[in-house]
C-alpha cells in the first residue's frame, strides 16, 4: 500500500478532549472555506434516496465535524425535510453530545455512548457516514469495517477532503514548509471559530499549542489516506454478498474535485 501509519494526536485517548474539540473547531472552519458540506450532501443525497433511508449515523463524529452543515444543505431539499443524524464516536465529546441533544427540534442528536464502527451490527440502522475519519484506520481496521457493513448488508459512505498523491520523498522534503503554512493559517481561522473561546485564543496566540497539533495532524494525514489503488487492494474479494461498492473522486456541483469517496449498500 501506498499508505503509512503515521501518528496524529488526536488518535490518542490521553489527548486533551478540550484541545481535541479546539482543533476539531478549525477543521470545521477549514470545511466551510472549501465546500465540503456541498459535496457531501450530494453524495448522501444518492444513497437515501437509492435505498428510501430517513437516518444518517456518522461514525468518528469528534467534535461534529462537516455532518451539521451537511443537514442544512440536505433539508433544502423538500423531501428530506424529516431527515435525521444521529452522531457517534468511539471516544464520544459529552460537552458536545448534551449542546446538540438539548435541542431535539433539528433531528441532529449525539450518542453519548461509545461506538465501536468495525461491528456494523451493533450499530444503529441508517447510512452510515466517515467524514475525514477514515485514513484513522489501519488497513487491518479499514478492511474490518468494510467488510462488517457487507456482511450486516448496511449502507455507508466514506469520504475524505484530501487525496493521497502526492510521492511520499516529496511530502518528506517539504514537510517544515508545510507545517509553518498550517500553523500560520491557524492564526487567520481562529476568528471564523464558533463558539470562540478563551482557550481557544490562549493557547493559539500566546502558548501555541493548537498551531503545533493542528499543523502536524493535518500533514500526518496526508501520506495515512488510502490511495485509488489502496482502496482497491481494500475491497478486495468484497461485493459478493449481493452488495454494490463504487469509489472515486468527490466532486462540486460544477464538477471542480473535492477529495475522494467510498459507497457500499445492498443491492436489493
Not at 254 to 265: C, D, P, Q, R, S
Amino acid at each position: 500500500m501506498k499508505r503509512i501509519q503515521l501518528f496524529e494526536f488526536e488518535d490518542y485517548p490521553w489527548f486533551p478532549a478540550w484541545l481535541r474539540t479546539c482543533m476539531t473547531n478549525l477543521i470545521m472552519v477549514l470545511h466551510r472555506m472549501m465546500g465540503v458540506s456541498e459535496v457531501l450532501a450530494y453524495l448522501i443525497y444518492r444513497v437515501i434516496k437509492e435505498k428510501n433511508l430517513s437516518k444518517i449515523v456518522d461514525l468518528g463524529s469528534g467534535s461534529s465535524g462537516a455532518m451539521p452543515d451537511t443537514m442544512e444543505a440536505l433539508r433544502e431539499l423538500d423531501s428530506l425535510r424529516h431527515l435525521e443524524l444521529l452522531m457517534t464516536d468511539l471516544y464520544p465529546n459529552k460537552e458536545i453530545a448534551r449542546r446538540f441533544n438539548e435541542n431535539t427540534a433539528d433531528n441532529i442528536n449525539y450518542l453519548e455512548t461509545p461506538v465501536d464502527a468495525t461491528d456494523m451490527g451493533s450499530v444503529p440502522e441508517g447510512l452510515k457516514t466517515f467524514v475525514n475519519s477514515f485514513h484513522h484506520m489501519p488497513p487491518e481496521k479499514a478492511r474490518k469495517i468494510l467488510e462488517s457493513a457487507e456482511e450486516n448488508q448496511q449502507p455507508i459512505l466514506i469520504y475524505e477532503m484530501a487525496d493521497n498523491k502526492i510521492p511520499l520523498l516529496i511530502w518528506i522534503i517539504f514537510l517544515p514548509i508545510s507545517l509553518v503554512i498550517l500553523m500560520v493559517m491557524t492564526w487567520f481561522m481562529t476568528p471564523f471559530v464558533k463558539p470562540l473561546t478563551w482557550k481557544q485564543l490562549v493557547f493559539t496566540y500566546l502558548i501555541p499549542i493548537i498551531p503545533i497539533c493542528y499543523a502536524w495532524d493535518g500533514q500526518a494525514s496526508l501520506p495515512r489516506m488510502y490511495s485509488a489503488k489502496d482502496v482497491d487492494e481494500l475491497l478486495e474479494g468484497l461485493g459478493k454478498n449481493n452488495f454494490y461498492w463504487e469509489h472515486g473522486p468527490a466532486k462540486k456541483v460544477n464538477g471542480k474535485k473535492l477529495g475522494t469517496y467510498i459507497v457500499g449498500y445492498p443491492k436489493s
